[in-house]
């Protein structure tokens, strides 16, 4: 059973700190793996990492996979109030061409960012 | 960016009645569709994956007479709890994929549903 896990659980920082969030996991036949915010309502998309040691950053936030040690960890530097959320990370397993887009969620990581 | 609409956002209905939410791709057509169920404080977890057309794949340990899925077209797919009991009360998230790509799949806003 594919199976991804999260961690920290929760965290707390103040403005201006930088986090890093982790993800580790444990599929068969990896095929990306992504990282989503989510506010109140609707996940919405980060990145997609499919490579190791490629570095995806987008303003202040960046992301790299290792599928060596299989684990991938989420950067936010300089963070702001607005970073507050749930990050979630998934898993794309390739299960034969009929389970495209098929993610395995972890259990999220909540970031709380005091002003 | 994509957007997908979920409705209604909230329902409340009696023990026993069913419940149907609707998914839809507002502004791209979706060949697959995906329903997910997030408990308070736990992660999504995938019901079933919906192929315009064609049945539902339903994962391991969801009832397909109870969580009933219909594809009917390339931009609405749509989710009825059958008598539906209170543990069914949860938030329910569908997704819509542009393109056979994880990154293209865009998510709805979720319906809260309670089952009194």
């Known amino acids: 059973e594919d199976k991804v896990v999260q961690s920290p659980l929760s965290l707390v920082v103040h403005e201006g700190d930088t986090v890093t969030l982790n993800c580790s996991y444990e599929?068969?036949?990896?095929?990306?793996l992504l990282w989503y915010k989510q506010e109140k309502k609707a996940p919405t998309f980060l990145f997609m990492l499919t490579s190791s040691g490629i570095e995806k950053k987008s303003g202040r936030l960046s992301s790299i996979l290792d599928k060596k040690e299989l684990f991938s960890i989420l950067n936010i530097t300089a963070t702001q109030t607005g970073d507050s959320a749930v990050y979630l990370c998934a898993v794309e397993a390739d299960a034969g061409g009929t389970s495209y887009g098929k993610l395995t969620f972890g259990q999220g990581t909540i970031l709380t960012v005091h002003p | 960016g994509a957007v997908v609409s979920q409705h209604p956002s909230r329902v409340i209905c009696k023990s026993g009645t069913s419940v149907k939410i609707e998914c839809r791709s507002l502004?791209?057509?979706?060949?697959?569709m995906f329903w997910y169920r997030q408990f308070p404080k736990q992660s999504l977890m995938l019901m079933a994956t919906?192929?315009?057309?064609?049945?539902?794949?339903?994962e391991q340990g969801v009832e397909k007479d109870k969580f009933l899925i219909n594809h009917a077209s390339l931009t609405l797919s749509t989710l009825t709890v059958t008598s539906a009991h209170p543990e069914d009360s949860s938030f329910y998230i569908c997704?819509?994929?542009?393109?056979?790509?994880?990154?293209?799949?865009?998510f709805g806003p979720g319906t809260r549903l309670t089952v009194l």
């Open positions: 502004d791209f057509q979706a060949t697959t």
């Open positions: 919906s192929n315009e057309g064609s049945k539902a794949t339903y």
């Open positions: 599929v068969t036949n990896f095929r990306s």
């Open positions: 997704s819509a994929s542009r393109l056979r790509r994880a990154d293209t799949q865009y």
